[in-house]
T-cell receptor
Framework: EDKVVQSPLSLVVHEGDTVTLNCSYEVTNFRSLLWYKQEKKAPTFLFMLTSSGIEKKSGRLSSILDKKELFSILNITATQTGDSAIYLCAVDSGGYQKVTFGTGTKLQVIP | EAGVTQSPTHLIKTRGQQATLRCSPISGHTSVYWYQQALGLGLQFLLWYDEGEERNRGNFPPRFSGRQFPNYSSELNVNALELEDSALYLC?????????????FGEGSRLTVL
């Protein structure tokens, strides 16, 4: 059974801090790793990673994948209160219908 | 462009009743996916519909069922409701190939079973 584990489960930081969210996985047929942000209800797509060692960036967010060690990290620099959300990691092992989600990391950024 | 829309936003039922949730995908998307997000758990895959057919289902009992209509909207039915069915039910749609990894989610339907 495919498995995705995220850590920490939750964290509270102050505005301006840098945070690192972790995601480890065990899947039978890895195709890609996905990150989503869930602010209220609807998760929104952040990144798709398929190759080891290649960083994906979008503004203050960046992510990298290590396929040998089976993990990924999501970094957020200079955090803002608008970054407060649940960050979901997921692994695709066979298309959209074979996406396994982790339980998420709940990030709270306080002023 | 309108996003994925779901209704109702909230639904309260009692044990043993049936619940029906609805989803309209983004225009041009033919695939619809249903997920359950219970408290403390990750998104659990329920069902996948494409071109009117059920293509795959997750590890859920048969009382979870649904269908997809010719306009690609979808309905999720949950029969014989149990307390543990209380959750946020999210619908998502995907674009046609090539695969991008991106699922477009609706705002969800919060089902409470009393």
């Amino acid at each position: 059974e495919d498995k995705v584990v995220q850590s920490p489960l939750s964290l509270v930081v102050h505005e301006g801090d840098t945070v690192t969210l972790n995601c480890s996985y065990e899947v039978t047929n890895f195709r890609s790793l996905l990150w989503y942000k869930q602010e209220k209800k609807a998760p929104t797509f952040l990144f798709m990673l398929t190759s080891s060692g290649i960083e994906k960036k979008s503004g203050r967010l960046s992510s990298i994948l290590d396929k040998k060690e089976l993990f990924s990290i999501l970094n957020i620099t200079a955090t803002q209160t608008g970054d407060s959300a649940i960050y979901l990691c997921a692994v695709d092992s066979g298309g959209y219908q074979k996406v396994t989600f982790g339980t998420g990391t709940k990030l709270q950024v306080i002023p | 462009e309108a996003g994925v829309t779901q209704s109702p936003t909230h639904l309260i039922k009692t044990r043993g009743q049936q619940a029906t949730l609805r989803c309209s995908p983004i225009s041009g998307h033919t695939s619809v996916y249903w997920y359950q997000q219970a408290l403390g758990l990750g998104l659990q895959f329920l069902l996948w519909y494409d071109e009117g057919e059920e293509r795959n289902r997750g590890n859920f009992p048969p009382r979870f069922s649904g269908r997809q209509f010719p306009n690609y909207s979808s309905e999720l039915n949950v029969n014989a409701l149990e307390l543990e069915d209380s959750a946020l039910y999210l619908c998502a749609s995907s674009s046609r190939p090539p695969y991008t990894g991106e699922l477009f989610f609706g705002e969800g339907s919060r089902l409470t079973v009393l």
